[in-house]
Nanobody
């Protein structure tokens, strides 16, 4: 069984940075696609950044390109999202997700339906 636990969210002012972590258990992360998603009140869940293990392709939403960076530490089975120059519109609950590369080899973009295991979410609030 797969279990994901996010951490690192909080309240920050515009322009500040946060680093989200997602500790995974029950997986060998080398063989899993990874993704970060967010959902703001009244809005659809949005794919922020995804990486497919098969080819190493990475996706970033246009709204976060140049500000957010997806990374991982396979030895620690942990996925990270470094978020710099945060803006009020980044306010949302952030979720990490994984999917076996044996189930989904490649993806177009960063769709939620491409992932079957999800964390509980961590709140990020960017406000003055």
């Amino acid at each position: 069984q797969v279990q994901l636990v996010e951490s690192g969210g909080g309240l920050v002012q515009p322009g500040e940075s946060l680093r989200l972590s997602c500790e995974a258990s029950g997986v060998t992360l080398d063989y899993y696609n990874i993704g970060w998603f967010r959902q703001a009140p009244g809005k659809e869940r949005e794919g922020v950044s995804c990486r497919t293990a098969f080819d190493g392709n990475e996706y970033y939403a246009d709204s976060v390109k140049g500000r957010f960076t997806l990374s991982r530490d396979n030895g620690k089975n942990t996925v990270y999202l470094q978020m710099n120059n945060l803006k009020p519109e980044d306010t949302a609950v952030y979720y990490c997700a994984v999917e076996s590369m044996g189930t989904v080899a490649t993806m177009r973009g960063c769709p939620a339906y491409g992932f079957s295991a999800w964390g509980q979410g961590t709140q990020v609030t960017v406000s003055t």
